[in-house]
């Protein structure tokens, strides 16, 4: 157990550097969640357009029904914002647990995933099924609370006024819409023999996967590594030119 535990340690302190947060004392706030929602509308794809306080690249949500009711599965996709500099092809795929707990409500889920200590509130604060949608997550912490915002487009790109309405939703709910970073959604790589695969899900609590997803993601970093050292400057160039040069930063 002790094993397993150091594992999930290690790899929490990795891994939770690739999905955006933003940390604020107190409690989760209050946000409103959308009425009359249908969670059977909002399955299939959805592309990141800006999420809070991210570096990576290539974000996309996949909201899938589970065999049991009122649960569904969420498999989030992107690119490790160190190693999409690099000529490392990877996808790095986290996948969560939906749950409902008040079916008057089907808006306001919870999620779960298995390298976070704690179960997340999970609202959906605006869809309509089709074109966009805006989620806000929030963890509970001993002193403070951890949240995210997501505008997330069927499609990879999205109209600049929606972009603005869903900002509005969330100054709306006191949440502040400049802790985003603009999600890129080019050059995204492909599944196939060439790419690296990192999944993160139930199995990875096992000491054995979990040490096997560490050893992947390490020999990838590993990897990416030595070739920033042989091409850094390319490299420099590359963060250079990215307007999101301050998130890459500070993450």
């Known amino acids: ?26 409690g989760c706030p209050d946000v409103e969640p959308q009425r ?19 570096a990576s690249t290539c974000v996309v949500y996949n909201f899938t029904q589970t065999d049991e009711p009122n649960e569904y599965e969420l498999v989030q996709t992107s690119q490790h914002f160190i190693l999409k500099y690099t000529p490392i092809k990877h996808i790095y795929r986290y996948t969560g647990k939906l749950t409902v707990p008040d079916l ?4 306001k889920m919870s999620v779960n995933f298995p390298l976070s200590l704690r179960v ?11 074109t966009s949608a805006l989620i806000f997550t929030c963890q509970n912490l001993a002193f403070a609370n951890r949240q995210s915002a997501t505008i997330l ?7 600049k006024d929606t972009i603005v309405k869903l900002r509005d939703f969330l100054s709306e709910n006191e949440i502040d819409p400049h802790d985003l970073s603009i999600v890129s959604q080019n050059n995204c790589p492909k599944p196939n023999s060439g790419t690296s695969v990192i999944n993160i899900d139930d199995e990875t609590l096992s000491a ?20 920033a050292i042989h091409g850094v400057g390319t490299v420099v160039d590359k963060v250079k030119g990215n307007k999101n040069i301050e998130e890459f930063e500070r993450v």
């Open 153 to 159: 487009s069927r499609d990879k790109t999205l109209e």
């Open 1 to 26: 157990m002790l094993k397993i535990t150091l594992v999930c340690f290690a790899a929490l302190a990795f891994f939770d550097r690739i999905n955006g947060h933003s940390y604020h004392l107190g």
């Open 208 to 227: 054995k996967s979990a040490g096997d997803v560490l050893r992947g993601a390490g020999n990838a970093i590993a990897s990416g590594t030595e070739w």
């Open 36 to 54: 009359s929602f249908d969670m059977k509308k909002m399955l299939g794809i959805w592309y990141a357009i800006e999420k809070t306080d991210t």
């Open 120 to 130: 997340s509130n999970f609202t959906i604060v605006y869809s309509d099924y089709t």
């Open 104 to 107: 008057s409500v089907p808006s």
